[in-house]
């Protein structure tokens, strides 16, 4: 019945846009964006695999439609077919550039891929639309830090904290930012500071717990700060839906 329902909603979707006049691409929009990619389902569990198909006919039918491209991308994002999801949203982008969401969904799965420069790429053209939205700035902060660009991030995080004083995630990444800086002790105290805002935040501990010795050493804070764990913990922190 669920099946029966989405197949349902994807017709209509798809009807209508033919009825608006969006069924082909415009040659000056698609000339230099990528194919509509054929996602590799055949792995995937059986209402998965039914949903990217129907989501690949809608594409298919109306191929210059924002919204399809983009909901064939997020399906495919969740799937953890990354190249496929950057394919789309770069298009639903083009197709509707005034939206913050293409380019902000491109800059997350261009950073899953290690794209780092262009996810921020992607993130700067969505703050060039709304600079406002959080979540954003966390994203393009965390891209800065992979890129081990510190006073890049370091920068944004003091303008998430000049608007949440009291945000964890902010004052873990800017002690992150200091850290690859050198400057431990400042490291140190945000976080301490993620820690009193949020004080089961194990990834802030876990820098604390290390002794003041190793915090002194030249070699520490590039290394621990730019752990895959310590990562992993910034975006679970920052995720949000648009």
């Given at each position: 019945?669920v099946?029966a329902?989405?197949?349902?909603r994807?017709?209509?979707?798809?009807?209508l846009?033919?009825?608006?006049?969006?069924?082909g691409?415009?040659?000056?929009?698609?000339?230099d964006?990528?194919e509509?990619?054929?996602?590799?389902t055949e792995?995937?569990?059986?209402?998965?695999?039914?949903?990217?198909?129907a989501?690949?006919?809608?594409?298919?039918?109306t191929?210059?439609?924002?919204?399809?491209?983009?909901?064939l991308?997020?399906?495919?994002?969740?799937?953890?077919q990354?190249?496929?999801?950057?394919?789309?949203?770069?298009r639903?982008?083009?197709?509707?550039?005034?939206?913050l969401?293409?380019p902000?969904?491109?800059?997350?799965?261009?950073?899953?891929?290690?794209?780092?420069?262009?996810?921020?790429?992607?993130?700067?053209?969505a703050?060039?639309?709304?600079?406002?939205?959080?979540?954003?700035?966390?994203r393009?902060a965390?891209?800065?830090?992979?890129?081990?660009?510190?006073?890049?991030a370091?920068?944004?995080y003091?303008?998430?904290?000049?608007?949440?004083?009291?945000?964890?995630?902010?004052?873990?990444?800017?002690?992150?930012?200091?850290?690859?800086?050198?400057?431990?002790?400042?490291?140190?105290?945000?976080f301490q500071?993620?820690?009193q805002?949020?004080?089961r935040y194990?990834?802030?501990?876990y820098e604390?717990d290390?002794?003041?010795?190793i915090?002194?050493?030249?070699?520490?804070?590039?290394?621990?700060?730019?752990?895959?764990?310590?990562s992993?913990?910034?975006?679970?922190q920052?995720?949000?839906?648009?």
């Open positions: 019945m099946y329902t989405w197949q349902q994807m017709a209509v979707i798809t009807l846009c033919l009825a608006a006049g969006c069924g691409d415009d040659p000056k929009v698609s000339a964006l990528p509509i990619p054929t996602p590799a792995s995937l569990p059986a209402a998965a695999r039914e949903r990217i198909e989501l690949l006919t809608a594409v298919r039918a191929p210059s439609n924002a919204e399809a491209n983009g909901a991308g997020r399906a495919l994002q969740a799937a953890e990354y190249q496929g999801a950057e394919a789309l949203y770069t639903a982008a083009a197709f509707e550039p005034g939206a969401r293409w902000y969904y491109l800059g997350v799965v261009r950073n899953s891929q290690g794209k780092y420069a262009e996810a921020a790429e992607a993130f700067t053209s703050e060039a639309i709304d600079s406002s939205f959080p979540p954003l700035q966390y393009l965390e891209t800065r830090l992979s890129m081990n660009e510190p006073s890049a370091r920068a944004l003091e303008k998430i904290l000049a608007a949440d004083p009291n945000s964890p995630t902010a004052h873990y990444g800017l002690g992150r930012a200091l850290a690859l800086e050198g400057d431990a002790k400042s490291a140190i105290a945000q500071q993620a820690v805002a949020a004080p194990a990834q802030a501990h604390l290390w002794p003041t010795a915090w002194a050493s030249s070699r520490f804070p590039r290394s621990i700060s730019s752990s895959t764990s310590a992993k913990a910034s975006r679970r920052s995720r949000k839906t648009l």
